[in-house]
C-alpha cells in the first residue's frame, strides 16, 4: 500500500503526540495509510518521497518558529495543509487533552455514583 498522508513535526515526540491525537479523535487507527515523520528543518525534507504523497500536514508548533517552518514546507510542497495546536506544541496539548478526559471521566463518574454513597 502507498501512503496517502504524511505528518511532519519537529520532533519525535511531537510526531508520537500528534499521532496518539489523531487516533483519540478518529476513535481507531486512519483509514488512510499515514507516516508521522519528525524533521526539525524544511532543509531536511525528503522531497523526492514527499512530492509523490497525495496529502501532507506540516503539524508545528504554536509559535512564530512553528509557523515559519510550517509555511516555508507549504510552498515547497503545495499538497501541503498547515495543523497548529492550541498548546504551545503538540505534546501539550496532549497532556491538555489527556487532562481534560481524566476531569470529565472524574466528573462523570460522580454523577454516575451520586445518590449511592452514604
Not at 528543518?41 to 509523490?52: D, V
Not at 514546507?73 to 505534546?91: C, F, G, H, M, S
Request: with cysteine; net charge positive; charged share 30%.
Amino acid at each position: 500500500d502507498e501512503i496517502q498522508k504524511v505528518v511532519l513535526c519537529k520532533s519525535p515526540i511531537e510526531a508520537l503526540s500528534c499521532a496518539k491525537i489523531g487516533v483519540s479523535e478518529r476513535g481507531g487507527m486512519p483509514s488512510e495509510r499515514t507516516m508521522y515523520m519528525a524533521v526539525d528543518s524544511p532543509k531536511s525534507l525528503p522531497l523526492e518521497f514527499l512530492r509523490e504523497v497525495p496529502a501532507i500536514t506540516a503539524a508545528y508548533d504554536n509559535d512564530d518558529t512553528g509557523r515559519s517552518r510550517a509555511q516555508a514546507i507549504k510552498e515547497l510542497l503545495p499538497q501541503t495543509t498547515i495543523a497548529q495546536p492550541q498548546a504551545r506544541d503538540w505534546n501539550l496539548e496532549l497532556l491538555e487533552r489527556l487532562r481534560l478526559q481524566k476531569v470529565q471521566q472524574k466528573q462523570a463518574d460522580k454523577k454516575k455514583n451520586r445518590g449511592l454513597e452514604r
